[in-house]
């Protein structure tokens, strides 16, 4: 995925278009966007940062856990096996990016309790519970069922300003792999050696 | 709870979310789940002073009743702490999955496997007498010998377990599994003296207790030293570690328990009683010098973990 | 899946909403709309939080505690339908007895925006003129209207963002994912960043687009008429970069003025005169043989001296130095000078661009306000100057230039031609809007009324939209005086939160909602609002429990097209699920409500009045419905759209495909040198409305009602009261700024939004200057107080940043709810309107809307530390 912070309003819509695909309960965001500020009044500089699982190809999470719920696929993207998860949360320790959300049990976002209070609520429990469990690890997956079903994941489908491009980037020729090339794209943390499989693009 | 922050009125703003450096939420007290995220801690502390006490009782000062405690806490009191821990217990067979890649798997490997060795080598004191060795005996030996080494794993693997995470700067030294197996021998010096002591006997050597525990101490507060000028010298993330050891909250637990309390303190104690002191007084207070050595073993791992922040993710600038 | 129009703001995205097990499982955008490319924002996505909220209304409440007040428990009783019609219609039945002018009612900006035309067609049936709009006073922009109205037909600007190549907002950040055409506005603004426009903002903070921008400019609170009357002066006096054939043109800038500062007319045919340079002598701005004017120069027409109005603005803007300007508004005198000649240079006068086959003006500078710049007690004049800098360069309503935002003018949908309208010139040659939401145009002036028969006496006025005067402490002095014989007497509030979204709360409750009788109020939560005030509360449906006519079209109060080339596109809303239940979408109450009340048929001819207006063309509805059928509001969404599109585009078409889109025309987006309008540099017909206006204030006997010498033809900066603050100790201006992740004052209690707001620095804190944090000892999450002159109060948390002027703090949203409906959003955020005072002092003399700055000052919170 190439996320172009030249084009982010830090909307947070994907914050919240994550939270509507998956249904993650209070607290776990698998998306989110972060606001960083540097510089003295007035040359201050503000950027909005979306983030999300970095999928990487050398990914620390995948590594550190003990129990091979943490799996990388073939394609490149990283998920969790939430019934073979046993909630260690080594992973969400080690992931340099914040990617990981530990979450003890489904909770209702209007009450807090595990009765859901509406028929939409009840229907968001039983959507996380398939999606994940209670007392483990889970993440960004790069709307993998999307993906496989040919649509692009929730975030870069909503996004308003179009800043998320997702694609092959072992392809050399795709949409992502020329943007990177063009506007140099960059990945965090390049010095952990997770090689990142998204990309940001330079707003300045 | 963890809702309690989002639907109560006060507006807290999640870890994930700042732009500066990130406290770790998973591992600790004042975790996700407040309170019970610190059996983590405890298995961790468990697990250090138990292998420890194991190494000290049966290498110094021959206590089988000691030892057995040592087994016990791991045995028992780790295994406990870690399931409660665990967000799913039920699958904690799943942990030893892994152990090419993840310090986990290897430390919970370690366990096992110092606990089958050091039972095994018990196991002809404690009643079991129909078993083919005793502990003097060459296979006892060897038995020991492996107890040993994997109550060293297991007092050690919890440093390269953090020491594993790149972005937690104050974590990623080599500093961690000395430290970790430091304390974890020191530790043992005090569960096996309150042990001994507790049992009503007497330890055979006081004299040769205070001394080694002299130089625990001393090698401690060294490493303690080394680790803050480390942070000092290190990236900003460090030093945002190191300011919140020194400068919040945390410090109470950190100097005050883990360093005055926990270092100092015995310190002084270990050279005063060797210079004057003799008899109960002298078992007074080292009986407390143990117990505040075993709060400020607690306190720098709680110190340690609560200080664990990640490096921001985008922490080159704008 | 049902496709629909979102309903979350007025940006109104066309939307896919799936359904599983009949609930509604997920929203997403439809990608061949022109309304959301296919996009959705936050507010959109939270949807379903909304409608399945169990907080929501779900049978109507009445009242039993006699006691009202903020604060007070109206200890709510649930009663049957039935109940509640026949309260509502017995009351109503009562007040139409008394006098029905004597009813007023408030709508919403927002969620029910596009209901609008029932709740005015009720109104008008019923016989009262009085209403306004909850948030008018904060959210909305009389100045910004106003002005919009009166140069772009308009109700607001925006950058033409295909082809603009420097943008300066003012106060606006428009393409940040809020506000009028939320998420269009976005991803065209986006795209223009990434063409490489360039964009300047003028801002005390560093609002989300000065955040992406190339440069900020931090700029005081209610000086930008300043800065802009300083970069005029540059542009025409200085660096001599101005569109002389457009002033010609296209505005009034060679009209003769004579010493009374009026037109100087021709005799007979009262035609305003210009300076004939090619003849050398007066000539009807009309003439047919008129090859160019005098845009300088004093000339003299039959012994009355005069000059060109243009000349005289221009030795008008003299006094406007940088230096004097920089002085007031805190920017350094160089960068208004760098700024000036950049927007002036960029706009490369005189050049022209090809566009299918079309040749026409290529401006590509914007000058764009909104909000920001406009909530401040000179802001009619603050808007003008701000938008002059565009009609001095022709940038309005070519390619490139300042667009107006809605259509001004359709040529009609391609199948029908109906749906048509445009501007046209009155016999003084100046543009009237044909297509407007409210009371009356903006331009011709509208003759007073004497005696005003409004309460809120905005008929004395000739502003396009409403006054707060009847909030005033002396409202009972001023309808006494103006012998206006009907008191408040019940009220219907629409959707609203009048006690959080109008100004200072007790100010409105204890001078203008105490004294109605009897307050009904549909919405979908118990408010505030309706905790403090009303007496019968009846749930309304949400957006996607309900059926609306039309939500992009025209720009009925929702602005909300895309801007510049693209297509038109005419989207219904639709009910997705059944209203959950006793939820009743409050369209289907009023129509009961009219055939309750005998109003059956002067209901049909107000809606046919409007329908004509706003959506053009006649239909004669008492014609199509059969005598005696009720009132029924699917057929009468069919019948309009069979009239509009045809007879194969009723209610059926609409409910299967959700939208009809054609394409824009050239003309219909580049209209300006189309049409043979003209707009005022020299505003000479404020002078001749303010004294008629004025001559009915001293006729009653209120001479100085408001300050008249602000009814002048010139632009000027005048000062807020906050400017002429002297106490030291109120050294901070606060001020106002639209979060993207919220609609106003509902959206805190949507669980989603509210998680992430809490999450974001800036959402619900108070921003403070670091170094001035420093100064009075606050750290980043202290609790402090904000306290303004006259002691009102707020409270919250502090975010430090260096993205604020030191001597400023930014609040944002309509937050700080402590209603018992509404507890998700209980205690989240600050309430900045308490802060803010509703009376003289800060209205606008001109244009009568709210000025909304304010000193204060800040002091840490002693108290505990729990939210």
Not at chain 1, 25 to 50: C, D, H, I, M, N
Not at chain 3, 232 to 255: Q, R
């Amino acid at each position: 995925m190439v996320i172009d912070l030249k084009r982010c309003t830090s909307c947070h819509s994907c914050t919240v278009a994550c939270k509507a695909e998956h249904h993650t309960p209070p607290g776990v965001f698998w998306a989110k966007v972060v606001r960083l500020e540097s510089g003295k009044y007035p040359t201050v500089v503000r950027q909005a940062l979306p983030l999300l699982c970095m999928n990487c190809k050398e990914p620390e999470c995948e590594k550190v856990c003990p129990t091979g719920a943490t799996k990388k696929r073939p394609d490149g993207i990283v998920i969790v096996d939430s019934k073979q998860c046993v909630g260690c949360r080594y992973c969400a320790v080690a992931c340099p990016y914040g990617a990981r959300n530990f979450s003890s049990d489904w909770t209702d976002y209007f009450t807090g309790e595990k009765k859901p209070s509406s028929e939409f609520a009840a229907h968001s429990k039983k959507k996380w519970m398939k999606e994940s469990d209670k007392g483990v690890v889970s993440k960004c997956n790069f709307c993998v069922d999307r993906v496989e079903k040919g649509l692009k994941p929730a975030c870069v489908n909503a996004c308003p300003t179009e800043a998320r491009t997702f694609g092959d980037l072992d392809d050399p020729e795709s949409e992502v792999s020329q943007l990177i090339k063009k506007r140099r794209g960059m990945q965090l943390h390049p010095e952990y050696g997770t090689d990142a499989s998204v990309y940001y693009l330079p707003a300045r | 709870m963890e809702s309690s922050s989002t639907s109560s009125g006060s507006v807290l703003q999640f870890e994930d979310f700042k732009s500066g450096p990130r406290a770790q939420t998973e591992w600790g007290f004042g975790g996700k789940r407040k309170w019970r995220d610190g059996w983590l801690l405890m298995a961790m502390f468990l697990g250090g002073i138990g292998a420890g006490q194991f190494v000290v009782s049966t290498w110094f000062f021959h206590s089988v009743t000691s030892a057995v405690v040592g087994v016990a806490i791991v045995a028992v009191g780790k295994t406990v702490a870690h399931l409660l821990y665990l967000g799913q217990p039920s699958r904690f067979y799943r942990l030893f999955l892994k152990p090419r890649t993840s310090w986990i798997s290897r430390g919970l490997i370690f366990m096992i496997v110092f606990v089958a060795f050091a039972a095994a080598y018990l196991a002809p004191d404690i009643g079991f007498s129909w078993v083919p060795w005793t502990t003097g005996s060459s296979l006892g030996q060897a038995l020991w010998l492996g107890a040993i080494l994997s109550a060293s794993l297991v007092m050690v693997y919890d440093g390269f377990v953090l020491a594993s995470c790149k972005s937690i700067t104050s974590w990623n030294t080599a500093l961690m599994p000395p430290l970790f197996f430091t304390y974890a021998i020191a530790g043992g010096v005090a569960m096996t003296y309150l042990t001994v002591t507790a049992a009503g006997k007497k330890i055979l050597s006081e004299g040769d207790m205070t001394t080694l525990d002299a130089i625990l101490l001393t090698t401690m507060f060294a490493l303690v030293v080394i680790y803050i000028v480390n942070m000092a010298a290190s990236t900003a993330t460090a030093r945002e570690s190191l300011r919140r050891l020194v400068g919040t909250r945390l410090a109470v637990a950190f100097i005050g328990l883990a360093i005055v309390a926990g270092l100092l303190v015995p310190l002084v104690i270990a050279y005063y009683r060797e210079l004057a002191v003799e008899g109960t007084v002298a078992s007074v207070l080292l009986a407390a010098s143990c117990i505040l050595e075993l709060a400020g073993d607690l306190s720098i791992r709680h110190s340690i973990l609560s200080a664990g922040l990640h490096t921001p993710v985008f922490s080159e600038g704008l | 899946m049902v496709k629909t129009s979102c309903g979350m703001c007025y940006g109104t995205c066309t939307v896919d909403v799936h359904l599983e097990d009949g609930i509604v499982s997920g929203i997403e955008g439809d990608p061949d709309s022109p309304q959301g490319y296919g996009n959705i924002c936050a507010k959109g996505l939270s949807a379903p939080m909304m409608l399945y909220d169990p907080s929501r209304l779900n049978y109507p409440i009445v009242r039993t505690n006699p006691v009202k007040g903020i604060g007070v428990d109206p200890g709510w009783k649930r009663i049957s339908w039935d109940e509640a019609m026949d309260l509502l219609t017995s009351k109503l039945k009562e007040c139409m007895a008394r006098d029905p002018r004597g009813l007023y009612t408030v709508g919403s900006p927002t969620f029910p925006a596009e209901r609008a035309f029932n709740i005015l067609s009720f109104r008008k049936a019923f016989g009262t003129p009085n209403y306004y709009t909850g948030g008018g006073g904060l959210h909305c922009g009389n100045g910004a209207h106003m002005i919009g109205g009166i140069y772009h037909a308009s109700w607001s600007v925006i950058p033409d963002f295909k082809y603009t190549n420097l943008a300066i907002y003012w106060g606006c950040s428009k393409g940040h994912g809020a506000g009028h055409a939320a998420n269009v506005a976005a991803k065209q603004a986006a795209d223009a960043k990434a063409r490489g426009m360039r964009l300047i903002v003028f801002d005390p903070f560093l609002s989300t687009q000065a955040s992406t921008a190339e440069e900020w400019v931090p700029i005081k609170a209610g000086t930008d008429a300043a800065a802009a009357l300083a970069m005029a002066n540059l542009l025409v006096n200085e660096y001599g970069l101005y569109d002389a054939d457009y002033l010609k043109w296209k505005t009034n800038a060679g009209y003769l003025i004579g010493p009374d500062g009026l037109y100087v007319r021709d005799k007979k045919t009262g035609v305003p005169l210009v300076w004939n340079t090619g003849t050398n002598k007066q000539d009807a701005f009309n003439s047919k043989g008129l090859k160019d004017m005098a845009l300088e120069g004093d000339f003299e027409v039959s012994g009355v001296k005069c000059s060109p109005s243009f000349k005289i603005l221009k030795e008008h803007l003299k006094k406007y130095t940088p230096q004097y300007a920089s002085e007031i508004c805190g920017v350094p005198a160089n960068t208004l000078r760098r700024v000036a000649k950049d927007f002036g240079e960029e706009a490369k006068i005189g050049s022209t661009i090809n566009i299918e086959g079309k040749v026409l003006p290529y401006r590509p500078v914007a000058s764009i306000y909104f909000r920001g710049s406009q909530g401040h007690y000179n802001q009619a004049w603050d808007c003008m100057s701000l938008v002059l800098l565009n009609h001095f360069v022709g940038a309005a309503d070519v390619p490139g230039g300042a667009l107006a935002f809605g259509p001004p003018v359709h040529l009609g949908y391609p199948g029908t031609g109906k749906l048509k309208y445009s501007v046209e010139p009155d016999k003084d040659g100046l543009m009237v809007a044909s297509n407007w939401p409210y009371a009356h145009l903006p331009y011709p002036p509208n003759e007073p009324k004497d005696p005003p028969q409004r309460l809120d006496l905005q008929d004395l006025f000739y502003i396009p939209t409403y006054t707060t005067i009847m909030a005033w402490e002396n409202n009972e002095e001023l309808w006494q005086k103006f012998k206006i014989p009907y008191r408040p007497d019940v009220m219907i509030s629409f959707a609203t939160n009048q006690i959080m979204s109008v100004g200072n709360p007790k100010t409105l409750f204890e001078n203008f909602l105490k004294k109605f009788r009897f307050i009904a109020s549909f919405n979908i939560y118990s408010t505030e609002f309706e905790e403090a005030a009303a007496d019968l509360v009846l749930p309304d449906a949400s957006f996607l429990e309900r059926y609306s006519s039309a939500t992009t079209f025209p720009t009925v109060g929702v602005s909300c097209h895309a801007t510049g080339l693209g297509e038109w596109i005419w989207a219904i809303r639709q009910p997705v699920i059944q209203p959950m239940a006793e939820r009743r979408p409050m369209v289907d109450v009023i129509l009961e409500l009219s055939e309750r009340l005998g109003l059956h048929d002067k209901y049909l001819e107000a809606v046919r009045e409007w329908v004509d207006r706003a959506y053009g063309g006649d239909i004669d509805l008492k014609k199509v419905f059969k005598p005696g059928e009720k009132l029924n509001f699917e057929r009468l969404l069919d019948v309009i759209m069979k009239d509009r599109f045809g007879e194969d585009k009723g209610l059926e078409f609409f409910k299967e495909h959700g939208y009809l889109k054609w394409d824009k025309r050239v003309e219909e987006v580049y209209w300006r040198w189309f049409n043979d309008v003209r707009v005022p540099v020299y505003l000479e017909w404020i002078i001749r409305a303010g004294r008629k206006s004025k001559a009915v204030a001293e006729k009653y006997g209120v001479p100085d009602l408001v300050d008249w010498s602000a009814h002048t033809a010139l632009p000027d900066w005048r000062p807020c009261p906050t400017h002429a603050e002297k106490d030291p100790e109120y050294d901070l201006e606060g001020f106002y700024w639209r979060s993207a992740l919220h609609t106003y004052s509902m959206t805190m209690q949507n669980p989603w939004l509210d998680e992430v707001s809490q999450n974001d620095p800036y959402t619900y804190t108070i921003q403070v200057n670091a170094e001035t944090a420093k100064r009075k000892g606050v750290k980043e999450g202290d609790y402090v107080w904000l306290e303004n002159p006259k002691g009102s109060k707020a409270r919250g948390r502090v975010h430090l940043t260096d993205g604020i002027r030191p001597d400023h703090v930014a609040i944002a949203a309509n937050a700080g709810h402590w209603g018992k409906g509404l507890p998700r959003a209980k205690g989240k955020g600050v309430f900045f309107n308490e802060l803010i005072e509703i009376d003289k002092e800060h209205t606008c003399p001109v244009s009568l809307g709210q000025d909304i700055c304010v000193k204060l000052k800040l002091y840490k919170d002693g108290g505990a530390r729990s939210g």
